[in-house]
Antibody, heavy 119, light 109 residues
Framework: QITLKESGPNLVKPTQPLTLTCTFS??????????VVWIRQPPGQALEWLAL???????HYSPSLKNRLTITTDTSKNQVVLKMTNMDSVDTATYFC???????????WGQGTPVTVSS | EIVLTQSPGTLSLSPGDTATLSCRAS???????IAWYQQRPGQAPRLLIY???GRATDIPDRFSGSGSGTDFTLTIHRLEPEDFAVYYC??????????FGQGTKLEMK
């Protein structure tokens, strides 16, 4: 049974960085083909892909956000961490992590964690 | 960069109807890397269709995916009340690794 859960601050001040942690179980990020994805969804808006990390530590970022994002892994803790710098009100959203399947499908999602950017 | 455009933005149908949702890619995409999701309010997206025409776990056969090249379709037969939600298409590949459509809201007429 694959599960994922996001954790991090619910409130961030403008210009401050955001650090979110995805803690997962039921798979190993060391296994060939494994990957974890971060996605966000502003209130009432569509899903937006942010970042992807593969089992071999290959990392990919959204072109529009790549200068602000860093994705890292701690395989010993079964965690994937997303850092986003210089937060702004437009970054207010629910942030999800998800497990990447063999065709890139995202069958397993965390429940999401809401983040509000406000002073 | 591959962009996915979904249509219509909103689809108003009744229970028992058939829904046809469209997803158009700005460049040719293998259907193997197209997926469809359902999202109900306050919930994480739920995978419906992936890998050409595979249905995810516990997804009824009323849901089906088809298409090729740049045009892909999610069809939902015999709509049930719980099917009224927002639907997203998604593409996996490179440059960028993932893209999502902007969603189609399926509402009850």
């Amino acid at each position: 049974q694959i599960t994922l859960k996001e954790s991090g601050p619910n409130l961030v001040k403008p210009t401050q960085p955001l650090t979110l942690t995805c803690t997962f179980s039921g798979f190993s990020l060391s296994s060939d083909g494994a990957g974890v994805v971060w996605i966000r969804q502003p209130p009432g808006q569509a899903l937006e892909w942010l970042a992807l990390v593969y089992w071999d530590d290959d990392k990919h970022y959204s072109p529009s956000l790549k200068n602000r994002l860093t994705i890292t892994t701690d395989t010993s803790k079964n965690q994937v961490v997303l850092k986003m710098t210089n937060m702004d009100s437009v970054d207010t959203a629910t942030y999800f992590c998800a497990h990447k399947g063999g065709f890139g499908e995202l069958q397993y999602w965390g429940q999401g964690t809401p983040v509000t950017v406000s002073s | 960069e591959i962009v996915l455009t979904q249509s219509p933005g909103t689809l108003s149908l009744s229970p028992g109807d058939t829904a046809t949702l469209s997803c158009r890619a700005s460049q040719s995409v293998s259907i193997s890397y197209i997926a469809w999701y359902q999202q109900r309010p306050g919930q994480a997206p739920r995978l419906l269709i992936y890998g050409a025409s595979g249905r995810a776990t516990d997804i009824p056969d009323r849901f089906s995916g088809s298409g090729s090249g740049t045009d892909f379709t999610l069809t939902i037969h015999r709509l049930e009340p719980e099917d009224f939600a927002v639907y997203y298409c998604q593409r996996y590949g490179s440059s960028p690794a993932y893209s999502f459509g902007q969603g189609t809201k399926l509402e009850m007429k």
